[in-house]
């Protein structure tokens, strides 16, 4: 089930050159997990009062070409594997003008319980709202 957020860079996103800063790209990333499981009609703050937290594990990205200030950019996120504690996602930031990939991903997340900070199974609920099964 993908999902598809379209933002423009802001000022703050860049550096003096008007290209967006390595590090917002990850951010950008988070806002299309977080609008993807939105998307299934939970939200974080439902499973961190559930008394569980997603935190990441590891990040992949490759970047291959550079955004720029007030360009029209897509960030295209899915879910490529849920396994145990871990939710893997696939995001592409792509140049909606053009169609170019700027910038691939994976972040890997694994759940946690928010008192332990101990691994803990990806709530079914979440499961099946995401239809995978």
């Known amino acids: 089930m993908p999902?598809?957020?379209?933002?423009?860079?802001i000022?703050?996103?860049?550096d003096a050159e008007g290209v967006v800063y390595y590090a917002v790209y990850l951010?950008?990333?988070?806002?299309?997990?977080?609008?993807?499981?939105r998307d299934t009609g939970y939200t974080v703050a439902d499973f961190k009062k559930e008394g569980i937290?997603?935190?990441v594990r590891r990040a992949e990205i490759d970047y291959h070409a550079p955004a720029r200030y007030d360009e029209v950019i897509s960030?295209?996120?899915?879910?490529?594997?849920?396994?145990?504690?871990?939710?893997?996602?696939?995001?592409?930031i792509i140049n909606k003008e053009t169609e170019q990939l700027l910038v691939g991903g994976k972040i890997?997340?694994?759940a946690l319980k928010s008192e332990?900070?101990?691994p803990i199974r990806i709530p079914e609920k979440l499961i099946k709202a995401?239809?995978?099964i």
Not at 3 to 9: A, F, N, Q, V, Y
Not at 29 to 37: A, D, Q, S, V, Y
Request: proline share 2%; glycine share 4%; net charge negative.
């Open 11 to 14: 000022y703050a996103d860049t």
């Open 130 to 132: 995401l239809h995978i």
């Open 116 to 118: 332990s900070l101990k």
């Open 27 to 37: 951010e950008w990333m988070e806002k299309g997990r977080t609008e993807l499981i």
């Open 3 to 9: 999902t598809e957020l379209i933002l423009r860079p």
């Open 108 to 110: 890997l997340l694994v």
């Open 75 to 92: 960030i295209k996120t899915k879910i490529t594997e849920i396994k145990g504690a871990t939710i893997t996602f696939e995001h592409e």
């Open 53 to 55: 937290i997603f935190a």
